[in-house]
């Protein structure tokens, strides 16, 4: 990744609502493009449950050569509260979505861990944290964290 090159949407991002199937609440979500100096770079879609104070958001990177889109990867990061730290952290997890060839290859942690893209799928969700407002407000503007109940 060039360091003159920037990140931009390609248009803007989808907004949907999804019904909860843990808590009946309907939550918002994103979908949206992500170009490094112009040219397609990433996928990702972001769900936010107000409930649990957790964003997921799944990144889909490669060369998007389709049919196949052999070579695309999709890692899973988390938003959320973790014992001992008062802000939001964010975590390698599974990604919620596997379906649609776009999506390419799921990686579980311990294979994301390892991805030569690791380092790149960070600066996208970090860029996307500061540029998508759903993003922005979840992680920056987060409640505190709930009491244990």
Do not use: K
Request: some cysteine.
């Amino acid at each position: 990744m060039g360091a003159d090159a920037e990140f931009t949407f390609d248009g803007t991002p989808d907004q949907r609502f999804q019904t909860c199937e843990d808590c009946g609440e309907e939550h918002e979500g994103r979908t949206g493009f992500v170009q490094l100096g112009g040219r397609p770079y990433a996928v990702y879609f972001a769900d936010w449950y107000p409930h649990t104070y957790e964003t997921y958001v799944d990144v889909v990177m490669g060369s998007f050569a389709g049919p196949d889109h052999d070579d695309n990867v999709t890692f899973g990061c988390w938003y959320g509260h973790v014992d001992g730290q008062a802000e939001i952290a964010a975590s390698l997890v599974p990604p919620l979505r596997h379906s649609g060839a776009i999506m390419g290859r799921a990686l579980d942690r311990e294979a994301a861990l390892q991805h030569p893209l690791l380092p790149d799928m960070w600066r996208v969700t970090d860029w996307l944290v500061e540029n998508d407002d759903l993003l922005h407000r979840t992680v920056f503007h987060a409640p505190p964290r709930p009491a244990a109940g």
